[in-house]
């Protein structure tokens, strides 16, 4: 039998350890017993997890100097010096303990942070390709830098630049035809763009960038603001196609792109 | 304001014995970091977050002898920065500024991050800085500080039955927020 009757407010007090201890494991049965309520309070403890992951780096940044000079030589001058107070033995006993309690949880986060920043890794190059897409697609006089008319010259120069055999791939299936391309700058490296465009005069682009990560993935589909990316990671590469075209035109696009540039590298 | 007997009792001598007053100092520092991640959530640019805490640790020298919160200046501390947060808000919106941030803060929110942040991170962002800063402060309190909801009524000055209910619509336009952010921008993997 329910003690009493538990409602989302009770959601909020378990979340926060403000449920009474008697209440707790009725509480529980309640929760299980109701899987909307169960949902919300997994979304509602993910979301505290994400607030607190987000603000949490904070904590281990260096103090600025102007707190600490103000804290230590504060409000009655000449005493307290700095190098006085951060000496006192607290001090060290602290970070010791702080240490040892670092060094516990650090392969596990090790790991966790390692995933963390490949993904995002990875999300900075397909928004980049993304934001090339836009810039460059919207030309109407320098959509590329070296035309189709040049291609071989323009496939030598993009491989040899991002340091991968490339090509450019043939789209007409898809019905698309090879504009040009050009070279970008990727914080730091160099990334190829080429640029496609179909009859109507829409256009999609297949841009290629080195990527530290060395791992080979499916492809994954990006979507901001009506525009999408479908991209993948192979072989230290990432490859990206882009463009404002519904999502299956885009995935044949990439298939396409993707066997093209296999046989590519193979031969 | 005189210190009263108990806290006197427990902590020494302040006025007496200068160590006392060193040990004080020494507990705010230790606290400088937890401050620093609330008023960073709390105001979202960097600078400005800096200086309310800059701010709240000069008002709290200037008044060591208020501190009557036992040996953890934690909730005293908070209780200054919440206050200064509100006067801050108060001067913000007699201006007609943004209600958080001051207006040379507001330009350089317009300019990119240095350091970008992911998606991940930028929406957490976003959507705090979407609500109102009474349901911010209450969540920030209790979800990223620890705070009890006593506590927490306690440095923000209000009954616990208004924080409960400011956590829990918070949280709900929190999600929702959330929600609106993850629906403009999705990933998925898909067969190659």
Redesign the interface.
Known sequence: MSRRSYT??DI??A????LPPDDREDYEVWLAANPDMKALSV??AA??A???G???P????A??E???M???T???PG??PLL??LG?V??RA?AVAAVVVASAGIGYLAGLEEA?RAE?GN??IVERALQAHTMYAAEKLHVVEVGADQKDHLVGWLSKRVGTPLVAPDLTAEGFSLVGGRLLPASGKPAAQFMYQDRSGTRISLYVTRDAVNEET????????GRRA?Y?LDGGFCYAVAGAVPENTL?SIA?AA?RQLLEGIAS | MPESAGVAARQGSPRVN?LS??EK??A???E???M??YA??LVRDRDAA?DL??DS??RA??R?DHWRTGDNPRRWLFTIMHHLFVDQMRRNARRGANATLPPEAADNLAAAPSV?E????RD??DA?DSISPERRAA??M???EGF??AEAANILGIPAGTL?SR??RG?EE??GL?DDAAR?????????
């Open positions: 989302i407010r909020h007090m979340l926060d350890g403000e979304r509602f979301d505290r994400r607030l607190q987000v603000f949490a904070v904590l281990k940044e103090i600025p102007r707190m600490v103000l804290v230590a504060g409000d009655t005493r307290s006085a107070l006192r607290p001090w602290a963390r995002n999300q900075a499916g492809f994954r589909l990006y979507e901001e603001a479908f993948w995935l298939n993707y | 200068g007053m060193d100092r020494t705010i520092l230790a400088i970091p937890r620093r991640r960073r959530a800096d805490v800059q640790l000069e020298l200037s060591l970008p992911s998606f991940a991170v957490i962002v705090l969540i920030l209790v979800a990223v009890s909801y409960m956590i829990a949280r929190l999600r959330l403009r921008r999705t990933i998925r993997i898909v067969e190659k």
